[in-house]
T-cell receptor, first 113, second 112 residues
Framework: DAKTTQPTSMDCAEGRAANLPCNHS???????VYWYRQIHSQGPQYIIH???NNETNEMASLIITEDRKSSTLILPHATLRDTAVYYC??????????????FGTGTRLKVLA | EAGVTQFPSHSVIEKGQTVTLRCDPI?????LYWYRRVMGKEIKFLLH????????ESGMPNNRFLAERTGGTYSTLKVQPAELEDSGVYFC??????????FGPGTRLTVL
């Protein structure tokens, strides 16, 4: 029941913006898009989330297309410590009224010095 | 504030044996989730507790898996008997309500 597709890997030069795309063409109207990242041997760490408006926090920006079929996570000034696997996630509601995360396969971002 | 903790960090067992994984959520978080990633696949939802009640266990692969959350605090996930295809990383996450989930470091399970 994968709902997101992401490129397998990307490189980015240190100090430059990293733009990570995600397609979620089957997303439903009440499903949020979440982004997490996983640094080696740690658990996934929350970055940002949104429904239909663009969002920004201290870590990143999230741009969601008007039709909500895709989004882009932007790390404005990538550092070596941003090297990680980035997961685009759909937060899906269940029939029991709760919700769960549906993970994509992730993009392995490598920031190059 | 302590994060989500999981024990053990690694477990290596023989096929047919039993293994119990433990998760301690962040204090005060009523919601507790289990996920796993098996080799080459994406991270997948297993089940969701609200306090001690199972809200959704639609992701549990079969009846060899049993999750409990006694008293609404820590949770255990038991695999009995373990099979080769159960190898992977098991993650636990917790959240206060409909907020972002906080993940633990995971338990790497290897079934030989």
């Amino acid at each position: 029941d994968a709902k997101t597709t992401q490129p397998t890997s990307m490189d980015c030069a240190e100090g430059r913006a990293a733009n990570l795309p995600c397609n979620h063409s089957t997303i439903s109207g009440n499903e949020y898009v979440y982004w997490y990242r996983q640094i080696h041997s740690q658990g996934p760490q929350y970055i940002i989330h949104g429904l239909k408006n663009n969002e920004t926090n201290e870590m990143a920006s999230l741009i969601i297309t008007e039709d909500r079929k895709s989004s882009t996570l932007i790390l404005p000034h990538a550092t070596l410590r941003d090297t990680a696997v980035y997961y685009c996630i759909v937060r899906s509601y269940t029939t029991s009224g709760t919700y769960k995360y549906i993970f994509g396969t992730g993009t392995r971002l490598k920031v190059l010095a | 504030e302590a994060g989500v903790t999981q024990f053990p960090s690694h477990s290596v067992i023989e096929k047919g044996q039993t293994v119990t994984l433990r998760c301690d959520p962040i204090s005060g978080h009523d919601n507790l989730y289990w996920y796993r990633r098996v080799m080459g696949k994406e991270i997948k939802f297993l089940l969701h507790f609200v306090k001690e009640s199972k809200q959704d266990e639609s992701g549990m692969p079969n009846n060899r898996f049993l999750a409990e959350r006694t008293g609404g605090t820590y949770s255990t996930l038991k695999v009995q008997p373990a099979e080769l295809e159960d190898s992977g990383v098991y993650f636990c996450a917790s959240s206060p309500w409909r907020d972002e989930q906080f993940f633990g470091p995971g338990t790497r399970l290897t079934v030989l």
